[in-house]
């Protein structure tokens, strides 16, 4: 696991400091490979606020109770002073998160004046280095602490707030023709994940080309749409070893491969385990 952070005064403790309209307490970023899975549990939230970034991968959510909203890359997600925060991120995801700790006195009308949702959590921002080059010069300015760094650390946080504003707004503009057609494609793909489908095709078949439609559909999905394929044979594949007695040759028959070795290659790459051995730890019967 890969973790680079840094703290206002060295303090891991939440605070909150009604001094400066901005103030920016931590910031840091997390890459999970071989550990399995990194959870944070926080009953009564954090006095401060806290804004993720999911870079790649996804991120198990749990804003109510036990409900598990799956969040992938694509997306930020804010939390509000005393919010519960329950979130798990998995080593199978691939998952590479950045996130920051923040308080001040005008953060309200900061987050209202570039279109924060005052109520929810979930924002969609699609991927960009910008996003990841912010967060990494927030992480250096803490640990260095030069001259005039919690400026800097205000200034660098409210361009963050921008790029995330103008990304809203350029999507509000993009025409509904764009958006029928992500979810046309979404929905083909769950209908036919188990078919032998070309991403070439499939957008000459709607007059697309096939740059333009997979860069929409990961602005829109975060995730490209042959790992969006990929990831809804999995899923199904891991439903049928949980509650049925196919053997390892039909499930892959039945998601889409022929080859039964190559599908169980591709099954532990993705979960970490074996077809045998995920149906070991997981059969319902």
């Known amino acids: 696991m890969y973790i680079n952070s ?6 891991l403790v939440d605070f909150k400091d009604k001094s400066k309209p901005l103030i920016v307490g931590s910031c840091g970023t997390y890459h999970l490979f071989k550990h399995p899975r990194l959870p944070t549990w926080r009953p009564r939230g954090r006095i401060d606020y806290q804004l993720l970034y999911i870079a790649s991968g ?3 959510f749990y804003f109510k ?14 939390y509000h002073p005393k919010e519960m925060q329950r979130y798990v991120y998995f080593a199978k995801d691939q998952t590479e998160v950045y996130w920051v700790h ?4 005008n953060v309200k009308q900061i987050l209202k004046r570039h279109h924060f949702p005052a109520t929810g959590h979930i924002i969609n921002t699609g991927t960009s280095p910008e996003y990841q080059r912010i967060y990494r010069e927030m992480i ?5 602490c030069r001259p005039h760094y919690q400026e800097l650390l205000a200034v660098l946080l409210l361009q963050l707030f921008v790029l995330v504003d103008r990304h809203s707004s350029d999507n509000k503009v993009m025409n509904s023709f764009v958006q029928n057609e992500i979810e046309h494609a979404v929905s083909y793909f769950n209908e036919h994940y188990n078919l032998n489908i070309s991403i070439e095709e499939y957008a000459a078949s709607r007059n697309m080309s096939t740059s333009w439609f997979i860069r929409n559909f ?3 999905n975060g995730t490209t749409p042959l790992n969006y394929i990929l990831s809804i044979r ?3 594949a891991q439903s049928l070893l949980e509650n049925t007695r196919y053997n390892i040759t039909e499930i892959a028959s ?15 790459k993705y979960t970490g385990l074996s077809p045998s051995e995920y149906r070991k730890m997981n059969n319902n019967f």
Not at 257 to 266: A, E, G, K
């Open 58 to 60: 996804k991120v198990h």
């Open 65 to 78: 109770e036990d409900e598990d909203t799956i969040v992938p890359a694509g997306n930020m997600v804010l």
């Open 102 to 105: 923040f308080t001040g006195s």
């Open 6 to 11: 840094g703290y206002l005064n060295n303090s």
């Open 254 to 268: 039945i998601t889409g491969y022929d080859n039964p070795l190559y599908f169980s290659r591709l099954f532990k």
């Open 234 to 236: 999995i899923a199904n």
């Open 218 to 220: 990961k602005l829109y």
């Open 140 to 144: 250096q300015e803490l640990q260095l």
